[in-house]
């Protein structure tokens, strides 16, 4: 969406928050050497989440369970944590909530990211959305990135289905684009997944496409809760063809 707009020539600037932290708690500050890189790279860049706002007093990427600071090496995921006047006392009247969102005195986000060398942080995923495949951790996120780029795709999200083999499998809900024949689905969900195998690893490829429209909330965010149940009613994946 980013790159899209910068063809148009629309300037975007990529906030991030929660409800929780009193509007956005970063924002992702253009670099002026970002300029002359191509637009893709460009709006890859932009797409990360980057550095504290000034109000708030603390934001920091950290292993929930040692609570130390993962290293700015782009690849080590942790867990986004603030703390500050910007953040929420808690929830009302739900003390085993404010427990574990306060644990250690840092709020924690649910919200999965790395750290990069600049300091600029970048989310790879909720951690209630992670798939764990035959034992690996799969992002949901990096899935639904690719799939946006597929031409014929609008919407995509991403989330685990029981499977007998490998415990989950990735299980992608797709929205074609209106001018989309999807007269062919099973032809289309070849060309998905051959798509997908030429920009991923093997083992992030979808096993399960379903098209259709996507349950959204009143604010247009789309309601994984509702896709979890319907893949969980799907049934474990017995044997893939793709």
């Not at 637009?39 to 550095?51: F, N």
């Not at 934001?59 to 369970?65: A, D, G, S, T």
């Not at 799969?138 to 014929?152: D, G, N, T, Y």
């Not at 490829?205 to 009143?218: C, M, N, R």
Request: proline share 7%.
């Amino acid at each position: 969406m980013i790159a899209e707009m910068s063809e148009k020539g629309f300037r975007v600037t990529h906030t991030y928050g929660l409800s929780e932290t009193y509007g956005p708690s970063t924002i992702c500050a253009r670099k002026p050497e970002w300029e002359s890189l191509p637009i893709e790279k460009q709006a890859r860049l932009s797409a990360r989440q980057g550095v504290r706002y000034i109000a708030l007093e603390g934001l920091e990427v950290m292993n929930p369970k040692t609570m130390e600071p993962v290293p700015a090496d782009g690849g080590t995921v942790g867990e986004i944590m603030m703390r500050g006047n910007a953040v929420m006392k808690g929830y009302l009247k739900n003390p085993r909530a404010n427990k574990e969102a306060f644990a250690n005195g840092w709020f924690h986000s649910g919200d999965l990211a790395v750290k990069h060398k600049d300091g600029y942080i970048e989310i790879k995923d909720r951690s209630k959305d992670i798939i764990i495949s035959g034992g690996e951790n799969i992002s949901s996120v990096e899935i639904e990135h690719v799939l946006f780029s597929h031409p014929a795709i609008l919407e995509a999200a991403v989330v685990a289905r029981p499977d007998e083999k490998w415990g989950e499998s990735p299980c992608a809900f797709v929205t074609l684009k209106g001018d989309v024949d999807g007269g062919n689905e099973q032809r289309l969900v070849e060309d998905i997944v051959k798509f997908c195998r030429s920009h991923m690893p093997a083992y992030w490829v979808p096993k399960s496409v379903v098209f259709g429209p996507l349950p959204k909330t009143a604010t247009g965010k789309t309601q994984k809760p509702l896709l979890r149940a319907k893949a969980k009613e799907m049934g474990p994946l017995r044997k893939s063809k793709l």
